[in-house]
């Protein structure tokens, strides 16, 4: 999905469907901007932000832990609702050895916050079946195949190449 202008504009406004809860995670900072952080929610990586950043989840109603990490793990955890909108700031204190912390916002303040920031582009709605183990065991399945994939390729080259020098 392209990343422009209106496309963002939209995601800023969504509605969270009546069967999901939506969920933005926020670090606004300009401070420490370039200081990646790791995000997770339950146990799943979802993505390494920088300063003037979003990412948003459409998820199942449940428990979750959102998690931070930097040179230390901040957690976050919530019983989310069904057509309910969340907003969580995600920030970095540089001084002190990069410490980052999440904490839940309200509405009106963390929509605030979303309006100065970016889509994080690997982000585009990731859902609960994103987060689940059984995505993340087949997105690793898919790695490894495509790994075998390379080797079956780079063998029939090498067996081809050396056919053409014993032909020679």
């Known amino acids: 999905m392209e990343q422009n202008n ?3 504009l939209k995601i800023k406004e969504i509605v969270p469907p009546e069967d999901k809860a939506l969920v933005y995670i926020i670090r606004p900072q300009i401070v420490g901007r370039i200081v990646e952080l790791i995000l997770e929610c339950n146990g799943t990586y979802i993505a390494t932000t920088k300063g003037k950043r979003f990412v948003y989840l459409l998820l199942d109603p449940g428990p979750y832990t959102f998690v931070s990490i930097s040179k230390n793990k901040s957690s976050l955890q919530l019983n989310l ?31 605030e916050k979303l309006k100065k920031c970016s889509l994080i582009p690997s982000s585009y709605g990731l859902t609960t079946e994103s987060l689940t183990p059984e995505s993340v065991t087949s997105k690793e399945k898919n790695k490894y195949a495509i790994a075998l994939l390379i080797i079956i390729i780079g063998l029939i080259f090498i067996i081809w190449g050396i056919s053409d020098i014993m032909r020679a």
Request: proline content about 0%; aromatic content about 6%.
């Open 6 to 8: 209106e496309n963002i």
């Open 81 to 111: 609702e069904a057509g309910v909108s969340y907003f969580i700031l995600q920030m970095i204190k540089v001084i002190g050895g990069n410490l980052t912390t999440l904490e839940l916002m309200e509405e009106v303040t963390g929509r």
